[in-house]
């Protein structure tokens, strides 16, 4: 089962989603937030794979309960939750450490199927509103850098991986980088950790925010 908690200060959000969620067969509601420091409470008490955050809330926002869930290395996983695409908190969350995002108004087996993604440590960066959403704001100059030792670092990477790299950061998965580059899957896998290790990146979410922010991808 995958173990799920619910961080919003809306109620009627927080009891749909435990609803719609607790009818998989598959995933347990095991815990609801009314905030972000509510968020990071519970996730230390019930242990969950992943953590669905809404970003706007009063007191401790959802960016910085992200931050300190994923600071916390607790292995939860961060799925933001947002009323519209282009949001620049949505942005700063992705940066922050969180594996992806939703609309709130997605439906019950684009939440469920989030929820399993993200949970199994992928990232939820297919759809092309996530690539909007990062090079929107990425290529704003008074954003500042993603880890600058990150950047520091990024002279390391082999030719391979940063081509690897950059079709992470276009929203391919590993499989689809394997065909793409006529590889097996299990090296593009090697790739993808080497280069989150030489980077100091946490996941494949972060590679990419990286990937926008040090201009290998072309916002458009």
Do not use: C, W
């Not at 905030?35 to 955050?53: C, I, N, Q, T």
Request: cysteine-free; hydrophobic content about 50%; glycine content about 6%.
């Amino acid at each position: 089962m995958i173990r799920v908690v619910i961080a919003d200060d809306q109620m009627m959000v927080r009891e749909g989603f435990s609803v719609l969620l607790n009818a998989m067969p598959d995933i347990e509601v095991v815990g609801e937030a009314v905030d972000g420091r509510d968020a990071v409470a519970k996730v230390r008490e019930l242990a969950p794979d992943v953590v669905l955050m809404d970003i706007r809330m009063p007191g401790m926002n959802g960016i910085e309960a992200t931050r300190e869930i994923v600071a916390a290395d607790s292995g939860a996983k961060v799925l933001v939750l947002t009323t519209f695409d282009l949001d620049e908190y949505v942005y700063q969350a992705l940066r922050a450490g969180a594996s992806g995002f939703l609309l709130k108004d997605a439906s019950a087996r684009r939440l469920a199927d989030g929820v399993r993604v993200v949970a199994e440590g992928e990232a939820l960066l297919a759809p092309s509103v996530t690539r909007r959403l990062i090079t929107e704001f990425s290529k704003l100059s008074e954003v500042p850098r993603l880890m600058p030792s990150a950047h520091a670092a990024y002279g390391e990477l082999t030719e391979r991986e940063t081509e690897v790299l950059v079709l992470i950061a276009q929203g391919l998965s590993n499989a689809e980088i394997a065909a793409h580059l006529v590889v097996a899957e299990s090296t593009i896998k090697t790739h993808v950790s080497r280069i989150l290790v030489k980077l100091g990146l946490r996941d494949r979410t972060q590679a990419a925010v990286f990937a926008y922010e040090a201009r290998l991808v072309t916002p458009g």
